[in-house]
């Protein structure tokens, strides 16, 4: 069985550059999230989808930051304009459903200079 | 934010038995009790959850008080590719998952 598919795996901007991150969850997975983790620090929740729907994006700084996820199966982050404060390693994570084990990517590292 | 707290570092010896406390004292009834790792440079992964029972799999036992304010992961037989941040995570309203910092294990030969 294939895993969580992530792209890119590293990236580096300049602040107030756009950047987007790309998931591919597991096939048949109904919920996908979205985690910011900054160094040293657990993952903490962004967006969480059910299918295409929104269940939770009460931690995304919406000023910033969008996700999208059409067709319910891969998902878009992204970032515009970008700050040094976000810089961290975003990872996504999907689920059969709604709380339950949650199957993460490997990460996409983005640096802000 | 996290309703867990667990100690930042613990070191074991290889081969030995390694025991990850968790403090989860605000818990209410109807809340699971989680627990991931992170190894370096690669996303979290599951471990085991439980809600009261004490619960086995083939990578470690969760052990949870009857009061449910506690709880304690165990990794039996610890290898050094156990070396990792332990995550102790309560689940929120069915769904919602908040990681705290983790307890950062140094499995040592």
């Known amino acids: 069985e294939a895993g969580v598919a992530q792209s890119p795996r590293y990236k580096i901007i300049e602040k107030r550059q756009s950047v987007a991150f790309w998931c591919n969850p597991i096939?048949?997975?109904?919920?996908l999230y979205w985690y910011q983790q900054i160094l040293g620090q657990g993952p903490k929740l962004l967006i969480q989808?059910?299918?295409?729907?929104?269940?939770?994006d009460s931690q995304l700084p919406k000023d910033r930051f969008s996700a999208e996820r059409l067709k319910g199966v891969d998902s878009t982050l992204k970032i515009q304009p970008a700050k040094l404060e976000d810089s961290a390693v975003y990872l996504c994570?999907?689920?059969?459903?709604?709380?339950?084990?949650?199957?993460f990517g490997p990460g996409t590292r983005l640096t802000v200079t | 934010d996290a309703k867990t707290t667990q100690p930042p570092s613990m070191d074991c010896a290889e081969g030995r038995a390694a025991n990850l406390p968790c403090n989860h004292s605000?818990?209410?009834?109807?809340?699971?009790v989680y627990w991931y790792r992170q190894i370096h440079s690669q996303g979290p992964q599951y471990i085991i959850h439980?809600?009261?029972n004490n619960e086995t799999n083939e990578m470690a036992s969760l052990i949870i008080t009857e009061d449910r304010k506690s709880s304690t992961l165990i990794l039996p037989h610890a290898t050094l590719r156990d070396t990792a941040v332990y995550y102790c995570?309560?689940?929120?309203?069915?769904?919602?998952?908040?990681f705290g910092s983790g307890t950062k294990l140094n499995v040592k030969p």
């Open positions: 994570a999907s689920s059969l459903s709604p709380g339950g084990e949650q199957y």
């Open positions: 096939s048949g997975h109904a919920t």
């Open positions: 989808f059910q299918n295409n729907g929104v269940v939770d």
């Open positions: 605000t818990i209410s009834g109807n809340e699971y």
């Open positions: 439980g809600l009261k």
């Open positions: 995570i309560v689940r929120v309203n069915f769904n919602k998952f908040y």
